[in-house]
């Protein structure tokens, strides 16, 4: 029997759930790959500037395993040309199922292991990416969003990604950048997403390659913790941000990135190790692990434990799985819709109802983007919260975006102009003033259409949305008047 997860791309990958383990270079390798697909997911073993002798053998024991799909991810981009060519005539020669490709868009290079009868996954930080990569033969695009750990491509929120590209692309699209549950990968999926990419939320595993260090770092960290920055760059090409944890490096303690020689802060396997590399800590490595780069997604928030790769994998299915339920009652304050067609009121009705919901789907797209760019300045004491907000405003999107679909309408792809107005004030608590504003506007349009919805999928998921919208704006006022007492 299928998973209530299952999409095309899993037929097309090969694996029961369409979740995805990032090709993270160096942590993810073959039995991190090895737990992720016997748990129903699908791995990609992260080769990127490794040499041929590690990749036939890493691909050997996947193989060993008895693991027949996964792929290899490789970075053109990053890598000496020689070594690429050999990286890509090793994996023509071992029949490879799929390779992914990351920063840029080689036309010539998909064209080529295309005819040699590989499948090809590329991730993509834009619609323009995507639709090159598309138009060169790409089988799957990965969307990334800017919340992502380690090398980021693009400048959007994923949900905006998505939003903008599924409908650009004949391609299946999965989505990658701070996912790190269930409740993410049914909001992905209701945006248009056919599975969701996991990096940041498999590195915390024995399985990973990725050093303790890195692990224990990353477990104690929130996502107003992770930065981007262009400090770790030997290795990749000019201007290449990353999302990583703060560490002695950005805090800038080691001078100027990009002035004198070259220094050795540690050796992996041999191989020395810079300072302002791209190499982060692995199990072999040594030296000082703190000045390295320790890649996080904004997800990790929802990642405190070290936890079997297998067992998590498991956990995000099963939590997907009982919010995409078919024909069952939404849980309380689950904001999911059912996959049954609602009951469809009179036309007109119906007109006016889907208007009304992508009037909302506007406002919370705003919502969502002025909570994750107010992270960006929020004082200790208001993450948490502001957290909570950006969250909630993205899965009601896809609560939304679900909605609108079932009733036969065209979810709107448009940012409401609440998102412009609100970041043009620059005075924090005068923004957040605003932003409590919009959100108790948003429950007054949801206690006015609540009567006028009767079918009781719909109105369980609006209910749930007005109710999460109350406590929000309950918590923000409270936050205000603080702010004012002070």
């Not at 290899?72 to 990286?87: F, K, R, S």
């Not at 990351?102 to 590329?122: E, H, K, S």
């Not at 304050?333 to 992508?358: F, H, K, Y």
Request: net charge negative; glycine share 10%.
């Amino acid at each position: 029997m299928k998973s209530s997860l299952h999409r095309p791309v899993c037929d097309l990958l090969g694996c029961r759930y369409p979740l995805v383990l990032a090709g993270m270079g160096g942590v993810a390798r073959a039995e991190l790959v090895t737990a992720v697909s016997r748990a129903g997911g699908f791995g990609f073993l992260g080769m990127v500037r490794e040499p041929v002798t590690r990749i036939r053998a890493e691909v050997a024991a996947v193989r060993a395993a008895g693991v027949e799909h996964f792929g290899v991810n490789l970075i053109p981009a990053g890598t000496d040309p020689a070594l690429l060519e050999a990286q890509i005539e090793t994996l023509i020669a071992l029949a490879v199922p799929v390779v992914g490709l990351f920063w840029d868009v080689p036309a010539a290079l998909i064209g080529r292991l295309r005819t040699a009868g590989l499948r090809i996954v590329c991730q993509v930080g834009s619609v323009k990416e995507g639709c090159a990569a598309e138009l060169a033969g790409a089988d799957v695009l990965i969307a990334q969003g800017v919340e992502a750990g380690g090398h980021v491509r693009g400048d959007q929120p994923l949900h905006a990604l998505l939003g903008d590209l599924v409908p650009m692309t004949n391609a299946p699209v999965l989505a990658a950048g701070g996912l790190s549950d269930g409740a993410d990968v049914a909001t992905v999926l209701a945006l248009g997403a056919q599975g969701a990419v996991f990096g940041t939320a498999l590195i915390p595993t024995p399985e990973s390659f990725a050093h303790d260090f890195h692990k224990q770092r990353l477990i104690t960290a929130s996502a107003a913790d992770t930065l981007l920055t262009e400090d770790f760059h030997i290795n990749w090409p000019e201007g290449a941000k990353v999302r990583v944890l703060p560490n002695s490096v950005t805090r800038g303690e080691h001078g100027d990135p990009r002035s004198g020689p070259p220094t050795v802060i540690g050796e992996d396997d041999g191989r020395p190790i810079y300072r302002f590399s791209t190499d982060s800590p692995l199990r072999s490595t040594a030296g000082d692990l703190e000045a390295m780069a320790l890649y996080a997604g904004m997800g990790i928030d929802r990642i405190d434990s070290i936890m079997g790769a297998a067992e998590r994998v498991g956990r995000i299915a099963a939590e997907a799985e009982a919010l995409l339920a078919v024909d069952a009652s939404p849980p309380a304050g689950s904001g999911r819709m059912s996959s049954s067609p609602p009951q469809r009121p009179s036309r007109v009705a119906q007109e006016a109802l889907i208007a009304t919901l992508n009037e909302l789907l506007e406002a919370e797209r705003a919502g969502a983007r002025v909570a994750l760019q107010t992270l960006k300045e929020a004082p200790a004491t208001l993450l948490s919260l502001m957290r909570t907000i950006q969250h909630d405003e993205a899965r009601w999107c896809a609560l939304l975006v679900q909605a609108i679909q079932h009733l036969g309408g065209k979810p709107s792809r448009r940012t409401g102009s609440f998102y412009a107005k609100a970041m043009a004030i620059e005075d924090l608590p005068a923004r957040l003033v605003f932003l409590n504003h919009g959100q108790r506007w948003v429950l007054r349009r949801l206690r006015a259409i609540l009567p006028q919805v009767d079918d009781p999928h719909l109105q369980a998921g609006l209910q749930a949305m007005r109710t999460a919208h109350e406590d929000n704006v309950e918590r923000l006022a409270a936050r205000i008047d603080a702010q004012n007492a002070d």
